[in-house]
């Protein structure tokens, strides 16, 4: 029972300070990042502040470009919900930012910037000062109908700061 008390313990102790940083994060930098593709978002503005929060916290940007119509897209975010150490270590080492990409706006201004985009989801790994890393394709990282736990977490932890382990 008491090995019991203290998992509990810890774990509204993480959840409360992860909630605290966020807050922080969102003080700093005013960006708050979005859970689901938006395409009302100022997508120039989410990405620099999302370089800003990375750089504050030894962080990378990890860019997923993509749209709520994009059945892969889902299958991401899916995969994110399930795989609980992957989205751990993804929150750990990156400032997530998702960039609407459909019709109605392509969000051509921001995507001039990087790479020709094949398909969806797309990602793009920055630095804290904004600048490109690398260029992901997500079909290397599928796996029949979804994404490969491996192969993602490879991607991650590849492009990762410092090995996986964020500056101090």
Aim: proline residues 4%.
């Amino acid at each position: 029972m008491r090995e019991y008390a203290f998992v509990l313990l810890t774990m509204v102790v993480l959840a409360t300070t992860t909630a605290a940083s966020q807050e922080v994060a969102r003080a700093a930098t005013g960006y708050t990042p979005a859970t689901t593709f938006d395409s009302s978002r100022d997508a120039a503005k989410d990405i620099a502040a999302a370089a800003e929060e990375a750089k504050r916290t030894g962080r990378r940007v990890l860019i997923d470009v993509g749209g709520d119509w994009c059945i892969w897209c889902k299958r991401l975010d899916a995969f994110f919900e399930e795989q609980k150490d992957v989205t751990a270590f993804l929150q750990k080492n990156y400032v997530p930012v998702k960039v609407h990409y459909s019709k109605e706006n392509k969000n051509e201004a921001v995507l001039s910037r990087y790479p020709k985009v094949a398909g969806y989801p797309h990602l793009f790994v920055l630095d804290g000062d904004g600048k490109l890393l690398h260029s992901q394709d997500t079909g290397a990282l599928e796996s029949g109908k979804g994404h490969d736990r491996e192969k993602v977490l490879a991607f991650l932890r590849q492009w990762a700061p410092e090995g996986g382990t964020p500056a101090r």
